[in-house]
């Protein structure tokens, strides 16, 4: 037996990371490792990294220079850095922060047990290529242990489309799907430890086509196969790609009772000039007509969306163009971003917009997102929604969970525990939550 030591992990980013912090607690459980509460008590401290725009990534040397004294104090204590600036910047992380012990990139966490024996050993390791292998069947989870009512689970990674503002491509490599047998293993344990949700994630997840018993399956296919799982109540998906929005995905909208209705379909800008030289390979127009297919087989689904403002070249008429296809979609939650250069990127080399300029123009769409949110929101109101409890309330009775529509419910005087799904009517709607009440 080795001696328990304990490990805090700090995870930046996409929800894989958060996954990717699942699996590698996980993959040093068996190193002796338990969860430790905060940085100061932890024998090794991971920082789970995000590459995404240039404020992500300096956050990490300032996190990393808080660890100082922590290190001074305690000379045993390793430090790690892994996600998406492990694999971006490598050895140059050790040489700009020396107390950084190990760096490993996404593709190699199943060689975190052995990286950490070495780093024990007083050597400074690094791991940051891209195997062929499956990481996730050798970072196996640990059986039964119970959890919480959703989980993500990743079935796709990586991605090929190179989008012109994009690292991903780069620290997350080519894009891969997961066989599908692995998927609904891994699925059945999840539900098996108290599991009621769960999100597949991928970079591009409707892009996937893992193998399955008779040849590929699409996300969709997949999907199906979920359905049939006795005990899990809701399926979700993100992030999708619109040009991979295929017929038997939108048909799933209407049809699969698990299925969620509520999509994340990034559209990143409304011009046409700017798409082009994004390298979206989508226009304004495609994304709407896909938009109006999603709705006629779903008419009710939650819309979301990514924007960026400011990026090359984009002037005030590319901006408004931007402001229109909101106003035509109507996003029910959004998430809009400054360009961000990312050197390496072929956006990076553009002319680049006056930062003033582009900081009014963010302003301008978060306002009119905040509003669309607001009025999705506010529309619940009087509806009858399915709610999954996820946890008590700060009140004494109350219940937290999330609707259908993934808005946060609260419901007070409720007798429902962590895990129950249950018909509630939403009676109000504050700042980012509605208030329900059980229909019995
Ligand atoms: N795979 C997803 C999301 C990838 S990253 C997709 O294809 O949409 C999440 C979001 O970060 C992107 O949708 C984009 O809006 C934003 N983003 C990516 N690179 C960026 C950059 N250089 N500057 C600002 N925002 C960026
Ligand atoms: Fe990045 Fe584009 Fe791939 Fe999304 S589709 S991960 S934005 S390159
Ligand atoms: Fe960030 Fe990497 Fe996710 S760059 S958004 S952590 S894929």
Redesign the pocket.
């Known amino acids: 037996m080795t001696a328990p030591k304990k490990l805090f992990i700090k995870t930046y980013g ?1 929800q894989m990371n958060v996954y990717d912090s699942e699996r590698m607690a996980e993959a040093l459980g068996g190193q002796g490792y338990t969860e430790a509460k905060s940085a100061d008590e932890a024998d090794m401290i991971l920082l789970n990294t995000c590459h ?2 240039e404020k992500a990534a300096e956050k990490v040397y300032s996190e990393l220079g808080r660890f100082k004294k922590l290190k001074a104090q305690k000379p045993d204590l390793k430090i790690g850095v892994a996600g998406c600036v492990a694999q971006a910047e490598g050895q140059e992380i050790m040489r700009r922060q020396p107390l950084v012990d190990l760096v490993v990139g996404p593709q190699s966490y199943h060689r975190l047990p052995e990286m950490e024996e070495k780093a024990r050993e007083g050597e400074k390791v690094l791991d940051t290529d891209f195997p062929e292998e499956d990481k996730f069947e050798k970072l196996k989870r640990r059986p039964k242990s119970k959890r919480g009512p959703t989980a993500f689970l990743t079935v796709q990674e990586g ?1 090929d ?1 190179f ?1 012109a ?4 491509p780069y620290t997350r490599g080519a894009e891969v799907s997961r066989p599908a047998d692995r998927i609904l293993t891994e699925a059945r344990d999840l539900v098996e430890r108290g599991v009621r949700e769960i999100t597949l994630l991928g ?2 997840v409707n892009a996937y086509h893992g193998a399955g018993a008779n040849g590929d399956l699409t996300l969709a296919q997949l999907i199906w196969e979920l359905d049939k799982l006795e005990g899990l109540e809701r399926i979700r998906f993100t ?1 999708s ?1 619109p040009n991979d929005m295929m017929n038997d995905l939108i048909e799933a909208h209407g049809t699969c009772k698990k299925l969620m209705p509520y999509l994340h379909l ?1 559209v ?1 800008a409304g011009s046409d000039k700017i798409l082009k030289r994004m390298n979206r390979s989508h226009t304004a127009e495609s994304y709407l007509r896909l938009i109006e297919r999603i709705r006629a087989a779903r008419p009710d689904i939650l819309i979301s969306g ?3 403002v400011g990026f090359p070249e984009e002037t005030e008429a590319d901006f408004q163009a931007t402001l229109d296809l909101v106003e035509e979609v109507k996003y029910g939650t959004a ?1 809009s ?4 250069t ?1 050197p390496g ?1 072929p956006a990076a080399e553009r002319p680049q917009v006056d930062p003033v300029e582009a900081d009014d123009r963010l302003q301008r769409l978060q306002a009119l997102l905040t509003r669309q949110q607001r009025e999705i929101q506010d529309s619940m109101v009087g509806r009858e929604v399915g709610v999954l409890f996820e946890k008590p309330g700060r009140q004494a009775g109350q219940m937290l969970g999330k609707s259908d529509y993934l808005h946060a419910v609260h419901v007070a005087d409720c007798d429902r525990q962590a895990g129950d799904l249950a018909r509630v009517r939403i009676v109000s709607s504050r700042t980012n939550s509605l208030a329900g009440e059980l229909i019995d």
């Open positions: 996409c995404i725009r991605c489309k989008c503002f994009c690292v991903v970079q591009n992030t790609h990034p990143q990514d924007f960026i998430y971003f400054k360009y961000s990312r990127t």
